[in-house]
């Protein structure tokens, strides 16, 4: 049986799906429940990924186009109020936003460049269509930077010292500081930094999930975020894998494929 490829970012939605209003702040928690499934994190995620593997031109209409198609297939999958009127406009315009939905769906663009500038570049355009605020840009650089840093084998040390210096995230803290007093966040600058010290943190894919998703608040996309780059460095486990396949519909796997087809062809 073929080995199943899988995005971290979608595993760490489909796991958090769950505790994103009801959370739990602990590490100790089911990583799957019968209510586990994937939300606008996976479909947004699997929007860019659609993108970079159809349009070698990396358009923004083509990006709107993407986004609009697989978002309105699925309009149920947990959109926000005005992300969810955007997929419905014609002519949908940037409407400022500082909300962490612009870190949660880039993680493809990290895996897809060639160089650091380029994966810089191509997560500006993927925020700048609904997420154009600075600090729901430098949610989406973040992001991606780290998970093309960790894919190119940089420490951890490294991906933190570039992330604090370039974007001026605190990740000097500790998931334990972080979690008592921590609250449903969906702003870049207020979850993306807990989601890069989780990976910081965590020394396997799992422990990295159990971590973002133990901080609380907005569960699904703060493990997204995560999982994302902790999968550049360790590897899925195949039973987590499979699970999370089995979650996905037939034409979500297949964008899934084809992207890894194209990534690693």
Same mark, same amino acid.
């Given at each position: 049986?073929?080995?199943?490829?899988?995005?971290?970012?979608?595993?760490?939605?489909?796991?958090?799906?769950?505790?994103?209003?009801?959370?739990?702040?602990?590490?100790?928690?089911?990583?799957?429940?019968?209510? *586990?499934? +994937?939300?606008?994190?996976?479909?947004? &995620?699997? #929007?860019?990924? $659609?993108?970079?593997? /159809?349009?070698?031109?990396?358009?923004?209409?083509?990006?709107?186009?993407?986004?609009?198609?697989?978002?309105?297939?699925?309009?149920?999958?947990?959109?926000?109020?005005?992300?969810?009127?955007?997929?419905?406009?014609?002519?949908?315009?940037?409407?400022?936003?500082?909300?962490?939905?612009?870190?949660?769906?880039?993680?493809?663009?990290?895996?897809?460049?060639?160089?650091?500038?380029?994966?810089?570049?191509?997560?500006?355009?993927?925020?700048?269509?609904?997420?154009?605020?600075?600090?729901?840009?430098?949610?989406?650089?973040?992001?991606?930077? *780290?998970? +093309?840093?960790?894919?190119?084998?940089? &420490?951890? #040390?490294?991906? $933190?010292?570039?992330? /604090?210096?370039?974007?001026?995230?605190?990740?000097?803290?500790?998931?334990?500081?972080?979690?008592?007093?921590?609250?449903?966040?969906?702003?870049?600058?207020?979850?993306?930094?807990?989601?890069?010290?989780?990976?910081?943190?965590?020394?396997?894919?799992?422990?990295?999930?159990?971590?973002?998703?133990?901080?609380?608040?907005?569960?699904?996309?703060?493990?997204?975020?995560?999982?994302?780059?902790?999968?550049?460095?360790?590897?899925?486990?195949?039973?987590?894998?499979?699970?999370?396949?089995?979650?996905?519909?037939?034409?979500?796997?297949?964008?899934?494929?084809?992207?890894?087809?194209?990534?690693?062809?």
């Amino acid at each position: 049986m073929e080995k199943v490829k899988m995005l971290g970012a979608l595993v760490g939605d489909i796991i958090g799906s769950v505790y994103e209003f009801c959370n739990v702040k602990t590490t100790d928690f089911e990583l799957f429940t019968p209510q *586990s499934r +994937f939300t606008d994190d996976s479909v947004m &995620t699997l #929007a860019v990924a $659609k993108w970079l593997t /159809e349009d070698k031109a990396h358009s923004l209409l083509h990006l709107i186009y993407c986004m609009q198609e697989l978002g309105l297939r699925y309009p149920n999958a947990g959109y926000g109020g005005r992300f969810l009127g955007w997929l419905y406009e014609d002519d949908p315009q940037p409407y400022n936003s500082w909300g962490n939905g612009a870190g949660m769906r880039v993680s493809p663009v990290g895996l897809y460049a060639k160089t650091l500038d380029e994966a810089l570049a191509l997560a500006a355009i993927t925020a700048s269509v609904s997420h154009n605020h600075p600090e729901g840009v430098k949610g989406a650089q973040a992001i991606a930077a *780290s998970v +093309f840093l960790a894919k190119q084998g940089k &420490t951890k #040390a490294e991906i $933190k010292a570039y992330v /604090e210096e370039t974007f001026g995230y605190d990740l000097n803290r500790t998931i334990e500081e972080i979690r008592p007093d921590y609250y449903f966040d969906v702003s870049c600058q207020g979850s993306a930094p807990e989601a890069i010290i989780a990976f910081l943190e965590g020394n396997s894919f799992g422990e990295v999930i159990r971590l973002a998703i133990s901080v609380g608040g907005d569960s699904d996309t703060i493990g997204a975020m995560a999982g994302a780059i902790a999968a550049s460095m360790y590897p899925i486990p195949e039973e987590i894998a499979e699970r999370c396949n089995s979650i996905l519909t037939a034409d979500l796997r297949e964008i899934k494929d084809k992207f890894f087809d194209m990534v690693e062809g």
